[in-house]
């Protein structure tokens, strides 16, 4: 059982940008697809991010061009890194390997 941490939520500013971590217990993450989803109050959980292990991305349109995936194998995490945030971006952060283990969330707020 791969547990996964998040790390880096908190509150921005509109504009600003934030950087999420997630960390796995364990290196076999480098074999597996990683991905980050969130989900806004009222909301499904969506796909924001998706890592393949042959090192190509696929974005939701919401943030192309705005957040970045990526993944230090030695350091067994995968990171967001999410700029030009919007109000919309508000949501609670979840990342996942293989589409089977998940991290417990982790809160994203873009307001003044």
């Known amino acids: 059982q791969v547990q996964l941490v998040e790390s880096g939520g908190g509150l921005v500013q509109p504009g600003g940008s934030l950087r999420l971590s997630c960390t796995a217990s364990?290196?076999?993450?480098?074999?597996?697809?990683l991905a980050w989803y969130r989900q806004a109050p009222g909301k499904q959980r969506e796909l924001v991010a998706s890592l393949f292990v042959t090192g190509s991305t696929n974005y939701a349109d919401s943030v192309k061009g705005r957040f970045t995936i990526s993944r230090d194998n030695a350091e067994n995490t995968v990171y967001l890194q999410m700029n030009s945030l919007k109000a919309e971006d508000t949501a609670v952060y979840y990342c996942?390997?293989?589409?089977?283990?998940w991290g417990q969330g982790i809160q994203v707020t873009v307001s003044s």
């Open positions: 996942n390997a293989a589409s089977l283990f």
């Open positions: 364990e290196s076999t993450i480098s074999i597996y697809t």
